[in-house]
């Protein structure tokens, strides 16, 4: 219902099309183009975005992780300040994450403070959630424009950027 309602949110401000896009660019759900108000979404207007191949959003329900391909990932411990690289153990719990275990944690490897997989400052940031709008090829989103889809949604987004 919370998908229903943020599509028919961006649908009554015309940033998307109320019919779907037949350039859908992944699999999870359906996506939509650009409306003729997508500028009230975005930082700068970006004139090309509707001569682009790809340039819809994505609506996406299930166990998702969302995270920049390009990343070069660090964790940080919040117990002991370590720095490191995301490693086999990590990659593991986010499978174990997809399959349901909510509560999965991760040791740090210098001071093996556990904390839940979801809980770890990475940055790039990773994303975990059960909704994902994901908007292809668009300009930065203006914060006001995330602040009130947070309104609508009624919890705080978690924003991933980053290129393919």
């Not at 998908?3 to 015309?14: F, G, I, M, S, T």
């Not at 117990?79 to 490191?84: H, L, N, R, W, Y």
Request: proline share 9%; aromatic share 10%.
């Amino acid at each position: 219902m919370l998908a229903r309602h943020l599509r028919n949110y961006l649908v009554a401000e015309e940033i998307i099309d109320a019919k779907k896009s037949d350039r859908v660019p992944g699999t999870r759900g359906p996506s939509y183009a650009p409306g003729p108000e997508y500028t009230a979404a975005v930082d700068i207007p970006y004139p090309h975005l509707f001569s682009l191949a790809m340039n819809v959003v994505e609506i996406s329900q299930g166990r998702i992780v969302e995270m920049d391909p390009q990343g070069s990932f660090k964790a940080t411990c919040p117990q002991c300040g370590k720095v490191f690289t995301p490693g086999e153990d990590m990659y593991d719990a986010i499978s174990s994450w997809h399959e349901g275990e909510n509560g999965i944690s991760v040791s740090c490897p210098k001071c093996l403070h556990a904390v839940r997989l979801v809980d770890w400052p990475i940055k790039p940031v990773w994303g975990f959630g059960n909704l994902v709008l994901k908007f292809w090829n668009w300009p930065m989103l203006r914060p006001e424009f995330i602040d009130q889809l947070a309104s609508i949604a009624g919890f705080e987004p978690i924003v991933v950027t980053g290129k393919l």
